[in-house]
Nanobody
Framework: QVQLVESGGGLVQAGGSLRLSCVAS????????MGWYRQAPGQQRDLVAR???????NYADSVKGRFTISRDNAKNTVYLQMNSLKPEDTAHYYC??????????????WGQGTQVTVSS
């Protein structure tokens, strides 16, 4: 079994910062990539940032220059540093991991999410 557990969400004022963390655990052979998605009420779940095991990253245009994704492969952990937060960033943030098992099959798993609320 694989679990992804997020932490670090909360309520902040516009212009503030938060750092989200996500730890993957379970019968993991390797992790190809990890990413952060967010979903606001009435909206689709969209990619915020993604990082591969080799360190390649990509970001949604709306967060470029403000958010930074990083990872610690040894700890199966991914982080999202969020600076200059805007009310538009308010959403439930989900961690996603592309997990490789011993049979070399890849599956993606989702965490339960953590709420980020930015007040104006």
């Amino acid at each position: 079994q694989v679990q992804l557990v997020e932490s670090g969400g909360g309520l902040v004022q516009a212009g503030g910062s938060l750092r989200l963390s996500c730890v993957a655990s379970g019968s993991i052979f390797s992790i190809n990539a990890m990413g952060w998605y967010r979903q606001a009420p009435g909206q689709q779940r969209d990619l915020v940032a993604r990082i591969t095991s080799g360190g390649s990253t990509n970001y949604a245009d709306s967060v470029k220059g403000r958010f930074t994704i990083s990872r610690d492969n040894a700890k199966n952990t991914v982080y999202l540093q969020m600076n200059s937060l805007k009310p538009e960033d308010t959403a439930h943030y989900y961690c996603r991991g592309w997990i490789v098992f011993a049979n070399q099959k890849e599956y993606s798993y989702w965490g339960q999410g953590t709420q980020v609320t930015v007040s104006s």
